[in-house]
């Protein structure tokens, strides 16, 4: 059986360019860096979040939030765009 040679297979040589590329993604990874500082004061800025709720509190999201017509996500930030308003900003 002969050996496998990847010097002239197109795929390695495409996940092999090289230097280019990695000078590319550390010039992002820079950036980034940079974004992630102004992404602080920035309120258009999304997070995702991992909720535990008891069951009866996730029955009643799912209630409400469809009576509302609106997804669960947007009932939460609606509740803590009044909770905010109510108690002036903090």
Known sequence: MSKKDFKNNPAMAFIGKGTQDTQDTLDTQDTQDTLDTQDTQDTN????????????????????????????????????????QQRGNL
Request: net charge positive.
């Open 45 to 84: 800025r999304t997070s995702r979040i991992n909720l535990k709720l008891y069951g009866l509190h996730k029955e009643y999201l799912e209630r409400v939030s469809w009576h509302d017509r609106t997804s669960i996500t947007q009932y939460i930030n609606d509740l803590i765009a009044k909770d905010k």
